[in-house]
């Protein structure tokens, strides 16, 4: 909805079949981070303060869930298993990291997506 005015928490809500109290708890974080705005009265909501290709999927998942690690306290692990779990960390960031939020709004606009499949953060 990027140039369309504001939407309200609701609408996100009964659109994406979401809690408006689960979106109330992520807002807040977004808002903080300055990748949303919010604006009151009859036709106030959110929106996205950066334009939709300037947001990664990564930024999003970092903010509302820290640090993209796979395994903790890899130092322990025997070398070859190290540089598994180092590889397979440096190639989710590198997806996450290069998939915008103006991607994944087309590739939901298109209906590519599987039934019944839904991106979770």
Same mark, same amino acid.
């Given at each position: 909805?990027e ?7 609701? *609408? ?8 408006? @109290?689960?979106? !109330?708890? @992520?807002?807040?974080? @977004? ?13 106030g ?7 939709? !290709? ?10 509302? #869930? ?5 395994? !903790?306290?890899? !130092? ?7 540089? @598994? ?9 590198d997806?996450?990291?290069? *998939? *915008?939020?103006?991607? =994944?709004?087309?590739?939901? #606009?298109?209906?590519?997506? =599987? ?7």
């Amino acid at each position: 909805r990027e140039g369309q005015g504001c939407v309200s928490l609701k *609408t996100i809500a009964e659109e994406n079949n979401l809690s408006d @109290l689960y979106l !109330e708890q @992520l807002v807040g974080p @977004l808002r903080n981070a300055g990748l949303i705005r919010s604006v009151r009265g009859a036709k106030g909501g959110y929106q996205l303060r950066l334009p939709a !290709e300037e947001i990664t999927a990564g930024d999003i998942i970092r903010l509302l #869930e820290g640090p993209i690690t796979f395994v !903790e306290s890899i !130092e322990s692990e025997p070398p070859a298993q190290k540089q @598994l779990w180092l590889r397979m960390r440096d190639s989710v960031r590198d997806v996450l990291d290069n *998939t *915008t939020l103006q991607y =994944l709004a087309e590739y939901k #606009e298109t209906d590519q997506n =599987l039934d019944g499949y839904m991106f979770y953060i």
